[in-house]
């Protein structure tokens, strides 16, 4: 079982254009939080200083997942990226409360804020990157199901309305409401924490080998009942791993059936549901009714 080429590419060029994109974020947001003292541009900083470390280690945890199963990993290494993106839920969680201790601070003891005309600059193009990173994992995520560019849209999901949500803190400012800024920080932190428990309540799912929603096994048992000559099928079992999906069936076929019959509707049971579905990987057993 091997991961097309076409996927391959993506899927590296998904974890490289995420590196870049929160590289380049904390760049100019160190810049303008320096100029402007905001907390709630803070805030942004810490999430995208994290979010870099979180997309290096996606970017290694999917070279990591591309690589065929060995001898000592017959199923590939798929649940590297499931092991990402739990570290992605920590270094989020992290930033989260890292983010609401700078804010409760902030509230206590207000401070005047500095030039905001360079934050706002920064947060539009936060935004506008942002945008084009989630158009693009979007696309990835549909070709190829990786757990890991899933994880990683989801928080920067959760950085579109934290940038957003930023962009107006400064704003307000600007036009005298200062003190918005910190409640905003902490709003933000607040998300930040409930984005990082999704994610790591899909990443534990696939590596608590958690089963396939319901309606897609529904599909495959439909798949194979249409098949003539197959009578049955039972315990159908399912699991995913980074962009595979491994499925086993047993077949009930008559008994008196020769032993090579069976074995061609194996194979077109396994044939039928991979055509439907390409990321699956169909162990097929058959028993006699």
Known sequence: MTVSAEHQR??????????????????????????????????????????????????L????????????????HGK?????????????????????????????????????????????????????????QRKVIRLTGSTAVRADSLHYRSDLL?????????????????????????GIAVYILWSALQIARESTA???????PA??????????????GVQGVHDLRSRVSGSHWFVQLHLELPGDLPLHRAHELCVQASAAIRERYPRADVMVHADPV
Do not use: C
């Not at 945890?61 to 690589?67: C, D, E, G, K, T």
């Not at 803190?169 to 902490?186: E, K, M, Y």
């Not at 696939?206 to 396939?212: F, K, N, R, T, V």
């Open 10 to 59: 993506l899927l590296r060029l998904a974890t490289r254009a995420s590196l870049t994109v929160a590289s380049i974020l904390v760049m100019t947001k160190a810049i303008a939080w320096w100029l402007s003292g905001s907390v709630s541009l803070l805030a942004g900083l810490t999430d995208s200083a994290l979010d870099a470390v979180a997309s290096f280690l996606n970017l």
């Open 61 to 76: 945890a999917v070279h990591y997942a591309l690589r065929p199963a060995d001898d000592d990993h017959r199923f590939g």
């Open 80 to 136: 590297a990226e499931a092991l990402a993106g739990m570290a992605q839920a920590l270094f989020i969680g992290v930033s989260a409360v890292l983010i609401g201790v700078q804010a409760v601070q902030r509230l206590q003891a207000p401070q005047p804020l500095g030039d905001t005309a360079a934050g706002i600059g920064v947060m539009v193009l936060s935004l506008v990157l942002t945008v084009a990173l989630l158009a693009f």
């Open 162 to 186: 934290l940038n957003g949500s930023i962009l107006l803190a400064l704003v307000l400012a600007r036009f005298g409401w200062p003190q918005l800024d910190a409640l905003f920080g902490l």
């Open 206 to 212: 696939i590596l608590m080998d958690q089963e396939l």
């Open 215 to 228: 309606d897609i096994g529904e599909r495959m048992l439909e798949v194979v009942l249409a098949i003539p």
